[in-house]
């Protein structure tokens, strides 16, 4: 039964960042990870993969996606940023379904609410809501690959929180990170180089600008890879990358910090946009990530 007022999200962005044919639709995501050499994880507790239009990342997302073994999931929680909407905390959503071509994705109203009680979110208005496209372009992947198994999703936009409220929703979130069968998908591109960007960062002791930038990534990919909140966001402080999701990043890895599970993260594809040459050049960096639990620390 839905709740009073309750309603779907539309699919916004199919059409224009990906397509709105399922036939299309299904067809490019089947190719993708057919393509994409990652194989599945027993042991998966979240992913990091890119939001951009599916003809420049969809690829990229696919390495990520593709370690997901689908009978060991019952929950995803699907962290995005805000591009529009300004805000310095996380919201949630009154939604009870996101629409996608392929079919509508059930949203875990029982956690939602959970998590409202604590008094710490917002709730998004549709509006805003289906401006953003951080969720969105994730959406067709995880249908995809949950397609015929029972899930729900719980949708967090994440806005730019400064430590204490990192700490405070990485509490919040941990005791749901602990749970069996809980996936955590993190939405971020990488670097967003170029003056469009008001980014020019260049080290050229690298060699070309798109050598630089792969540097200055696989720097942010380390810095992940400590699982050291503190290590990421110093990284962000020295070098500025213009990780759009880095506060989502932030979260999982606060997330991951306190609570009681042993992980590790390991980075399968990078890619970009285009190699920049000249300053006049922009590209968008793009990764997918696999965060696993240590099976040798289970009990």
């Not at 079919?103 to 959970?114: F, P, Q, T, Y």
């Not at 372009?137 to 204490?164: A, C, S, T, W």
Request: charged share 25%.
């Amino acid at each position: 039964m839905k709740r009073k007022g309750a309603s779907v999200r539309r699919a916004a962005k199919a059409g224009s960042w990906y397509s709105e044919e399922e036939a299309l639709l299904r067809s490019e995501l089947d190719s993708w990870l057919a393509a994409a050499n990652t194989s599945s994880s027993p042991n998966l507790k979240a992913l990091i993969a890119p939001h951009a239009g599916y003809s420049y990342s969809g690829p990229t997302a696919a390495y990520a996606y593709k370690g997901i073994d689908p009978s060991k999931v019952k929950r995803i929680f699907l962290l995005g940023p805000s591009h529009y909407l300004s805000s310095d905390t996380c919201l949630l959503s009154r939604m009870d379904e996101y629409e996608t071509p392929l079919g509508n994705i059930k949203l875990d109203r029982l956690v939602i609410d959970e998590l409202a009680k604590a008094k710490e979110f917002d709730v998004l208005d549709q509006e805003d809501e289906e401006q953003e496209h951080s969720l969105e372009l994730h959406l067709p992947y995880i249908y995809r690959m949950m397609e015929g198994q029972d899930f729900l999703l719980v949708p967090i936009m994440v806005g730019h929180m400064d430590n204490k409220a990192l700490s405070t929703f990485g509490k919040i979130l941990s005791k749901y990170f602990e749970q069996p069968e809980t996936l955590f998908i993190i939405s971020t591109d990488f670097c967003h180089w170029g003056s469009r960007f008001s980014y020019t960062f260049y080290d050229s002791s690298c060699g070309e600008i798109w050598q630089s930038i792969e540097e200055l990534d696989s720097k942010g990919m380390k810095a992940i890879e400590t699982l050291s909140t503190e290590n990421f966001l110093s990284y962000l402080k020295q070098y500025k990358n213009t990780i759009c999701g880095r506060h989502c990043v932030a979260l999982l890895l606060e997330t991951i910090a306190q609570s009681s599970v042993k992980a590790g993260v390991r980075f399968v594809h990078y890619a970009q946009s285009s190699r920049c040459k000249k300053k006049n050049d922009s590209s968008v960096s793009y990764v997918s990530g696999l965060i696993e639990e240590k099976q040798s620390e289970k009990s």
